[in-house]
């Protein structure tokens, strides 16, 4: 992998990997499909894909995502079985790995070893590296960044980036046709992002410093929202589950977001059908749905722009009691 280092990144050949398991934890869960896909010049040129048997049952729960079932892995190889398969080791050979989540999927393959004897720039002789110690490509990351005001629950499920970009993907949660499309997926956005970025053709060097820098920027503003706006989001939807929303004639919409249970919420609507008039208006229908993650952050919004309210230490927005 070195040695293709300074090379330009349209010129290193990719392998994409993507993994069907038995669940979330590496500590615990296995994998069940494992697809690898050799890309050159943007081309697929490669293929390898198999059921993998993780020597534990599958979770029905599971199954029911990616459609995998205990007796069609029975007589399948494990996953030592597989990298230790010298033609599925050659696909391999002198490319970049890449992955849709590659934080996920790397937990749940051995460790590929790859060993190179050229010399760095730095002159430091690296023998050995593994996919632990190297970097991986990964569309999600480009994804997050070029797609940042796409708004929606889901917006970065492989299947709703494939609809975006017409991309094809037959199967969601297939591993052999999404690591197709992981694949496909990279080579659509990188010149897209290279755009943004004002690079023309850089290393692939380059290419994985800039992803690898912006997953940092990612994570971070993740963890800033989750520990911030997001909690309280979440604790919102927690306290009020259910919402009213209703429709004028005066050709808007509203809601009343305060409903600890549907019970509730069943006699809000109540109370506002026999009022019938919301700011002058006559209110025309009134729906009771679950608060929607989209609900809440509209109703933070809300709370911020009222007078009376304060940010406590703790980021959270208080009613402000003035002293009388």
Known sequence: MLKFFNYKWIDVPTVWIDTETTGINPNIDKAVQLAIVRFENGTPVK???????????????ISLIHNIKNEDIINSPTIEDVFNDKDVISIFNDAQLGAYNGNFDKHFIPVIEQYDLHWL??????????????????????????DKYVRGSGRHKLKNVCERYNIPLDIAHDASYDAIAAGMIFYKLMPLFLKEKRYVCPSMGLVLKMLGELEKIQWYEYWKW????????????????????YTHDGLGKGSYFNCTSKEEAEKIKEELLSNTIDRGFKILSVEVTETSYKDAKEYLKWVKNQEGYVKNGWGYYIKKYEDK
């Open 47 to 61: 293929k390898y894909s198999t059921y993998i048997n993780p020597k534990r049952e599958i979770p029905s729960e």
């Open 121 to 146: 720039d730095s002159l430091t002789l690296i023998k050995h590296i593994s996919q632990y110690d190297w970097p991986w490509l990964d569309s999600l990351i480009l994804v997050r960044y070029l």
């Open 226 to 245: 989750k520990t911030g706006d997001g909690m309280i989001v979440e604790e919102l939807i927690k306290k009020y589950p259910y919402i009213c929303k």
